[in-house]
């Protein structure tokens, strides 16, 4: 069974620091893959904040977090990290581990084949 488990959520002041990490399970990848992060603050919908490529490790932010996060993976333990840094009140929100097993190009449009279940961010003002 593929799954997607996230730590590393909680509650922080803003202009804080939260690392997240999602550790990767079940399955084996042979082809090239994407693998990042989503987030859906109450009230609103999923968006994507940012992916890693297998291939060649190109990394994708949008652009509410460039500057501030930074993704990374450490293959041998499975694991994809976010950094985030200079937290803002607006980034409050769960924020989901993702994967795209066919490295499709679409990854912020949602194409997405397996889910982690989240992780909660709380950023207090």
């Known amino acids: 069974e593929v799954q997607l488990v996230e730590s590393g959520g909680g509650l922080v002041q803003a202009g804080g620091s939260l690392r997240l990490s999602c550790e990767v399970s079940?399955?084996?990848?042979?082809?090239?893959?994407?693998i990042g992060w989503f987030r859906q603050a109450p009230g609103k919908e999923r968006e994507g904040v940012s992916s890693?490529?297998?291939?060649?490790?190109?990394?994708s932010y949008a652009d509410f977090v460039k500057g501030r996060f930074t993704i990374s993976s450490d293959n041998a333990k499975n694991t994809v990290y976010l950094q985030m840094n200079s937290l803002k009140p607006e980034d409050t929100a769960v924020y989901y581990c993702?994967?795209?097993?066919?490295?499709?190009?679409?990854?912020?449009?949602?194409?997405?084949?397996?889910w982690g279940k989240g992780t909660l961010v709380t950023v207090s003002s």
């Open positions: 079940g399955f084996t990848f042979v082809d090239d893959y994407t």
């Open positions: 890693i490529s297998s291939s060649d490790g190109r990394t």
């Open positions: 993702a994967v795209d097993i066919l490295a499709s190009g679409l990854f912020f449009h949602g194409r997405v084949d397996y």
